[in-house]
T-cell receptor, first 113, second 111 residues
Framework: NAGVTQTPKFQVLKTGQSMTLQCAQD?????MSWYRQDPGMGLRLIHY???????DQGEVPNGYNVSRSTTEDFPLRLLSAAPSQTSVYFC????????????FGEGSWLTVV | GQQLNQSPQSMFIQEGEDVSMNCTSS?????WLWYKQEPGEGPVLLIA?????ELTSNGRLTAQFGITRKDSFLNISASIPSDVGIYFC???????????FGGGTRLMVKP
C-alpha cells in the first residue's frame, strides 16, 4: 500500500538549474497538490490539480510548473532554481477536494546553492 | 490571501500535562483539519471537523470547530513523550480547492 510517493527525498541544486520533483499516488485520487514548507510558515500551496488535464495555481506558484497527464502522477518542475526555493516540498492527494482526507507524501528536501 | 494564525508557536511541557492550542482565521472556513508532523515525515491527519460547534475526539485528542467558523481548538490530555512533534491546523473555505495551513505548534514533552 504505497499511498503517495515522492522522489527524490533529498536534492542539492545550483542556482539556475532545473529539475523535476516526482509525485505518484496509487489510490485513484482525483485531487493532487504540491506544498512547500518553510520554518514557522506552515505549508503553502504551490499548484493543485482537480483531475487529469486540469491544473491551477495556489498561493505561491511563481518559479514552478506542473502538469497532470495521468490521474496517478503530478510532477513539479523548477524552471530555474533560486536560493529562495530552498525548502521542503510535500505532495498530497485526496479523493475529492470538499473536506475529504488529504494524504501527504514523506517530503522532498531541496537545497539551492 | 487568507490568514490563519496558530498559537502558541511552541510548547515545552512535562509528561502528564494537558495541552491546548488554537487557530484563528480572518475568514470563515467550512472544514477544519488538525495534523501532526514528526521529523522527516509528512503531516498525518489527526482529526477532521466539518460543522460549526462540532467536538470530535481521537483517543487523548479532542478538537472543536468554533461556532463563528473562524477558529478551532485542539486539546491533548495527559501528554506522553510520543506526542512530540509539530501540530498544524488547516482550514478549507467555500471554494474548497485550497487548504490554508497555520504556522504550526511545536510540542516538546519532558519525561
Amino acid at each position: 500500500n504505497a499511498g503517495v510517493t515522492q522522489t527524490p527525498k533529498f536534492q542539492v541544486l545550483k542556482t539556475g538549474q532545473s529539475m523535476t520533483l516526482q509525485c505518484a499516488q496509487d489510490m485513484n485520487h482525483e485531487y493532487m497538490s504540491w506544498y512547500r514548507q518553510d520554518p514557522g510558515m506552515g505549508l503553502r500551496l504551490i499548484h493543485y490539480s482537480v483531475g487529469a488535464g486540469i491544473t491551477d495555481q495556489g498561493e505561491v506558484p511563481n518559479g514552478y510548473n506542473v502538469s497532470r497527464s495521468t490521474t496517478e502522477d503530478f510532477p513539479l518542475r523548477l524552471l530555474s532554481a533560486a536560493p529562495s526555493q530552498t525548502s521542503v516540498y510535500f505532495c498530497a492527494s485526496s479523493y475529492g477536494y470538499s473536506g475529504n482526507t488529504i494524504y501527504f507524501g514523506e517530503g522532498s528536501w531541496l537545497t539551492v546553492v | 490571501g487568507q490568514q490563519l494564525n496558530q498559537s502558541p508557536q511552541s510548547m515545552f511541557i512535562q509528561e502528564g500535562e494537558d495541552v491546548s492550542m488554537n487557530c484563528t482565521s480572518s475568514s470563515i472556513f467550512n472544514t477544519w483539519l488538525w495534523y501532526k508532523q514528526e521529523p522527516g515525515e509528512g503531516p498525518v491527519l489527526l482529526i477532521a471537523l466539518y460543522k460549526a460547534g462540532e467536538l470530535t475526539s481521537n483517543g487523548r485528542l479532542t478538537a472543536q470547530f468554533g461556532i463563528t467558523r473562524k477558529d478551532s481548538f485542539l486539546n491533548i490530555s495527559a501528554s506522553i513523550p510520543s506526542d512530540v512533534g509539530i501540530y498544524f491546523c488547516a482550514g478549507r473555505d467555500n471554494a474548497g480547492n485550497m487548504l490554508t495551513f497555520g504556522g504550526g505548534t511545536r510540542l516538546m514533552v519532558k519525561p
